[in-house]
């Protein structure tokens, strides 16, 4: 069954880096789009970044753009995010899910929490 | 930017049913999709394709689009229910993928 796991979450300071990763399973990883998905405590979901199959299309939330970068490796199905110069306001639980006609599977996320 | 607008609550009694609207201005150009997420879990898709119901959804979930709202419908609503429900497009040109701020459905 398609399983996606995330980690790599935790605590940082402000202006630190995280790199987040996510592990598929049971699906062709290589054909799907990749998202990023965040949700700030008692907030609701914020889409953060996609990536197309190949990795040629790319598309970030202005909030991020310039400090987080989205990558993939098909060969090891798996999908990441690297978070620089990290604010308060990044803090969320953050979810990887399958792109396809709409983000029909998701992982149980990972938690950031920005603070010093 | 584009924003997708849902009402912050609904509620209704068991066995009634629930209307959660959202509105965009792109809606009738691109597709529509509802998740449901409960406390402490991921969200789940209810239905997508303004309409589709994923296999394992209750059919007592639809979805449906009129002009630049679409609007989940829940009948015969039960306490299993209650939960959050957001719904999710692309921006006018496509790009952008946009959640809307999210229901809080109450089962009274």
């Known amino acids: ?7 790599g979450g935790g605590l940082v300071k402000p202006g630190g880096s995280l790199r987040l990763s ?11 789009y990749m998202s990023w998905i965040r949700q700030a405590p ?15 299309i790319i598309y970030y939330i202005d909030s991020v753009k310039g400090r987080f970068t989205i990558s993939r490796d098909n060969a090891k199905n798996s999908l990441y995010l690297q978070m620089n110069n990290l604010r308060a306001d990044d803090t969320a639980v953050y979810y990887c899910a399958r792109f396809g006609d709409y983000h029909d599977y998701w992982g149980q996320g990972t938690p950031v929490t920005v603070s010093s | 930017s584009y924003e ?5 609550s609904v509620s209704v ?9 959202c509105s965009g201005d792109a809606l009738p150009k691109h597709y529509a999709h509802w998740y449901q997420q409960k ?5 789940v898709g209810v239905i997508y394709k303004y309409s589709e119901r994923p296999s394992g959804i209750p059919e007592r979930f639809s979805g449906s689009s009129s002009g ?9 609503v039960q306490a299993e229910d209650e939960a959050d429900y957001y719904c999710q497009s692309v921006d006018s040109r496509g790009n952008y993928v946009v959640f809307g701020g999210g229901t809080k459905l109450t089962v009274l």
Not at chain 1, 1 to 7: A, G, K
Not at chain 2, 39 to 43: E, L, N, R, V
């Open chain 1, 22 to 32: 996510c592990a598929a399973s049971g699906f062709t990883f290589g054909d799907y």
């Open chain 2, 13 to 21: 009694s068991p066995g009634q049913t629930a209307r959660i609207p």
């Open chain 1, 1 to 7: 069954q398609v399983q996606l796991v995330e980690s």
């Open chain 1, 42 to 56: 008692g907030k609701g979901l914020e889409w953060i970044s996609y990536m197309n199959s190949s990795g040629g």
């Open chain 2, 4 to 8: 997708l607008t849902q009402p912050p």
């Open chain 2, 39 to 43: 406390p402490g879990q991921a969200p």
């Open chain 2, 68 to 76: 630049t709202t679409v609007t989940l419908t829940i009948s015969g």
